[in-house]
């Protein structure tokens, strides 16, 4: 049953990354979360997220703006280091709420709901038609690519701000995915050490867990390929605002879901 539910997530979670540039992480995590103890369940969700990228940079890293890939995925980069550096500091902050739904306790974090309306308002310019004509100079590409590298760093949402600022761009939509998965790899494997770190440490912990976790990443890679294949055969027939209505709703939908604890 864990190895099916891993893979309709992973599938689903693939194909619809491809367009809006994030989820894959949000999704499955929790669903990892379910099986395995939080540093596997973290470790191995960034695994899969990077082995997917890299598959679609297979895809479409031909079709990315060099350009606007440096201008933001350098300051990603550097930015990402600071706030997995930071990621350490704030986590002893205090919930600002909780409450009490299905069996399960959730807590409103002073950091989920910092980014959570920074997301909700970069996603007004997705979904409101007299926004969307705006467009994002790009000497401010560098400043976008920082907010999005350091959130990243600092809880692992970095797709979000990263496709709300590539929406605005000017990019087709080959373009935009293209682009995306550029600065998603440079950054995932920025933070690789990270994920390696953890998975060596619970290696060193039973070894029942490390073999419950192998199939489930060999599941869900295998998934996750699959669901980027269906979804490169499915963007030729996806205009550009119908991407961004996409990253608009995702964000919103992840903005409603880091504000109230959810994830």
């Given at each position: ?14 194909g ?17 979360a379910?099986f ?10 960034g ?6 990228n ?14 606007i ?6 300051p990603a ?14 986590a002893?902050?205090?919930a600002?709420?909780s ?13 989920g709901?910092?980014i959570?309306?920074v ?11 007299r926004?969307r ?8 590409m560098?400043?976008g ?15 979000a ?9 000017g990019l ?15 950054v ?6 990270v994920?390696?770190?953890?998975l060596?440490?619970s290696l060193?912990?039973p ?11 060999a599941?869900?890679c295998v ?13 030729r027939?996806v ?25």
């Amino acid at each position: 049953m864990e190895h099916a539910l891993v893979a309709i997530t992973a599938l689903f979670a693939a194909g619809l990354t491809f367009f809006s540039g994030f989820g894959l992480g949000t999704i499955l995590l929790p669903v990892f979360a379910l099986f395995l103890p939080a540093e596997l369940a973290v470790a191995g969700t960034g695994v899969v997220h990077l082995a997917n990228n890299l598959f679609k940079l297979a895809l479409m890293g031909r079709r990315a703006d060099r350009g606007i890939a440096v201008r933001f995925g350098v300051p990603a980069v550097l930015a990402a280091l600071l706030g997995a550096w930071l990621l350490g500091r704030m986590a002893a902050l205090p919930a600002l709420a909780s409450w009490s739904a299905w069996g399960r306790q959730f807590h409103v974090a002073p950091l989920g709901l910092a980014i959570a309306a920074v997301i909700v308002f970069f996603a007004a310019f997705d979904l409101v038609p007299r926004l969307r004509t705006w467009r994002v100079p790009p000497r401010f590409m560098p400043l976008g690519g920082a907010l999005s590298g350091f959130f990243g760093g600092l809880s692992g949402h970095q797709g979000a701000l990263r496709s709300a600022f590539l929406t605005k761009a000017g990019l087709t939509k080959e373009a935009f995915i293209g682009t995306g998965v550029v600065i998603t790899c440079a950054v995932d494997l920025t933070r690789l050490g990270v994920y390696s770190g953890t998975l060596g440490r619970s290696l060193e912990g039973p070894g029942t867990e490390w073999a419950r976790l192998g199939p489930l990443l060999a599941i869900a890679c295998v998934a996750a390929l699959v669901g980027s294949l269906v979804g490169a055969r499915l963007v030729r027939k996806v205009t550009i605002d119908a991407v961004r209505t996409i990253v608009g709703i995702g964000l919103i939908l992840l903005g409603l879901a880091l504000g109230t604890g959810v994830i």
